[in-house]
């Protein structure tokens, strides 16, 4: 192990918020995660692209809410008990926007040790994996850990933006 791998290994040492998406576990840094709430009326703001299901108001302030399984080109589904929205900070040029992310169902916190996290998978020239912060080996399965700053560009957090500022 490298030095360089060392200090980022430690770097994301810490508690997640794992969920699902289909067959699938995720996991964010807790430190990202503002509040998970239950399904609520979400209200469609037109000419937003297919992942963005609308705006929620959430005690007052207008939140953007992405569905997490469209945005990564999965099979929408229709909602269960179990669907919720978990509003995170995402920070994008030094300046923080609260969103949701519409998921399947939230499934614990782990607390994730360096050593258990490899890094993002290569999958050749084409694909853009700045947006998986590393593979965490945790409770006998694999969790795409994500960067949850990187899972939309620049230009879609600044269209989410005006869609709820036009709410």
Known sequence: MTIESAVSAAEQT???????????EY??????????IGLMDITVVPRTPSFVRGVINLRGKIIPVVD?????GMEAIENTEETCIIVV????N???IEMGI?????SEVLDIQGEEIEGPPSFGAGFDASFIMGMAKAKDSVKILLNIDAVLSA???MDLTAASAGA
């Not at 810490?14 to 699938?24: D, P, V």
């Not at 996991?27 to 998970?36: A, D, F």
């Not at 900070?89 to 994008?92: A, G, H, K």
């Open 14 to 24: 810490g508690k997640y918020l794992t969920f699902a998406l289909g067959g699938e």
């Open 27 to 36: 996991g964010l840094e807790i430190l990202k995660v503002r509040e998970i």
């Open 68 to 72: 997490l399984r469209v945005k990564f």
């Open 89 to 92: 900070e995402v920070t994008r």
């Open 94 to 96: 030094s300046k923080s």
């Open 102 to 106: 519409l998921v399947d169902k939230v």
């Open 155 to 157: 230009e879609e957090v």
